[in-house]
């Protein structure tokens, strides 16, 4: 991961005008954005590979013979992937919740930064 300081260059004591604060406002807020998204899609094509997955051997289960080895090898392959499937659902959800957090907190350090001010009401 790259990690970029979008208003390195400034030094802490030095204020931005009205403009470059809001480019670095929206700039740190787009590449979060595009991070959280980013991190989405993996869980999200992990969880649709997994389903697949099992969706196929459930399915080429249902084509053969069966004995009572490979059902039972069905049956632990079944709630494994079960398992792995919750996972990844929770994983997401969590970090549904988690990207809106961390959404909320890069607001509030943005606006808590005394460089950013120009882009914050004068009774600040």
Same mark, same amino acid.
């Given at each position: 991961?790259?990690? !970029?300081?979008? !208003? ?15 480019? !670095? %406002? ?6 979060? %954005? =595009? ?8 869980i999200e094509s992990?969880? =649709?590979? *997994? ?16 004995? %009572?080895?490979?059902? *039972?090898?069905?049956?632990?392959? !079944? #709630? ?9 659902? #929770?994983?997401?959800?969590?970090? =549904? ?13 943005? #606006? ?13």
């Amino acid at each position: 991961m790259i990690n !970029v300081h979008f !208003v390195y260059p400034q030094p802490k004591d030095s204020k931005l005008n009205l403009s470059a604060a809001n480019d !670095v %406002k929206e700039r740190c807020l787009k590449a979060l %954005k =595009e991070r959280l998204i980013d991190r989405a899609h993996i869980i999200e094509s992990r969880l =649709e590979e *997994e389903q697949q997955a099992l969706a196929r051997r459930q399915a080429g289960f249902q084509r053969q013979d069966k004995d %009572k080895a490979a059902e *039972e090898e069905h049956e632990r392959y !079944v #709630q494994s992937a079960t398992f792995r499937i919750q996972i990844l659902k #929770q994983r997401r959800d969590r970090h =549904e919740e988690l990207a809106k957090q961390k959404f909320r907190d890069m607001i509030a350090k943005l #606006q808590a930064d005394d460089r950013l001010s120009a882009m914050l009401p004068d009774d600040r």
